[in-house]
Each structure stands twice: as C-alpha cells, then as structure tokens.
C-alpha cells in the first residue's frame, strides 16, 4: 500500500516536471514576440518542449503542446480580449471570440507536435522546419488565416 502510494507521487511529479517545462517553452515564447526586446528567446523557446515530446510518448507530447499553446496564446494575445471587449461592449461576443482565437493556436501546437513526434520516429527533423517554413509561408502570403499575425 505505501509502495504504491509512494509511486503514485513519484509519477506525478516526474509528470509536473514536464508540466512545467510545456509551461516555461510557452513563457519564453511569447516573451519573445512582445516589445521587451527579448527577440533571442525565440531561439530556445522551443528547447523545453522539445524535450518533453522526446521523452513522453504521443498522448502526453500532445496534452503538453496543448499546454504550450495555450500559454503562449493567453500572453502574446492577452491584448485581444480588452480590445475586442472595448469595441464590441459584449462580454459573450468577446469571449467567444478570444475563445476561437486561442483554441486556433492551441492547434497550431498540437499539430506542431504531433509532427514533430513522427518525425521523431523516423528521423527526419529537416523536413519539420521545412514544414514550418512552408507553413509561414502559406499562412502570410497566401493569406490564409490571420494575415496581421505576423506582422
């Protein structure tokens, strides 16, 4: 009884490790793309969770990409939700807005890391920064999705 109790909260804390992490890659991701100058974390916002979906398998990699995602959307966008609630003065309208919004980037991240799973699988980590790249590009120039996203 008290070995498996013991391993219960050893599990759970080897899972709030990597909680943590998805949690911190979020952080620095979105203080990367504010106005504090902090443009250089953007170059290992990604190393945290890069970690975590190497070492969990997909269901976890998935539910921390999630995590991710959802911290970098209610930081880089946290403006969204006061200016949408300014000018439309509907807080229903407003929050199901914002809502859309960040579920949106939530996605991003999930798909972002169920790629990366697979090509973890198969060794071909060029082809993801191919498939960011690539992903940029048909988002912003061929206008698809949130064209001033990347402005």
Known sequence: MIKNVINYFIIKEYKFKYLIF?????????????????????WVAFIPIMYCIY???????????????????LIAFN?????????TKSFEATLIAS??????QIVYF?????????????????????FRVYGDYIRIYKKLFF????C
Do not use: C, D, H, R
């Open 110 to 130: 999930v798909l972002w890391v169920f790629f990366f799973e697979v090509a973890k699988k198969i060794i071909v980590l060029p082809a993801y920064f191919m």
């Open 147 to 150: 064209k001033w996203f990347s």
């Open 55 to 73: 070492k969990n398998n997909l269901k976890y990699s998935v539910l921390y990409g999630a995590i991710t995602g959802i911290t970098y959307s």
């Open 22 to 42: 998805s949690i911190i890659s979020g952080i620095l991701l979105a203080l990367s793309f504010q106005k504090f100058n902090l443009f250089f974390l953007a």
């Open 79 to 87: 403006w969204m939700f006061s200016f949408l609630l300014i000018n």
């Open 99 to 104: 809502l859309i919004f960040w579920l949106y």
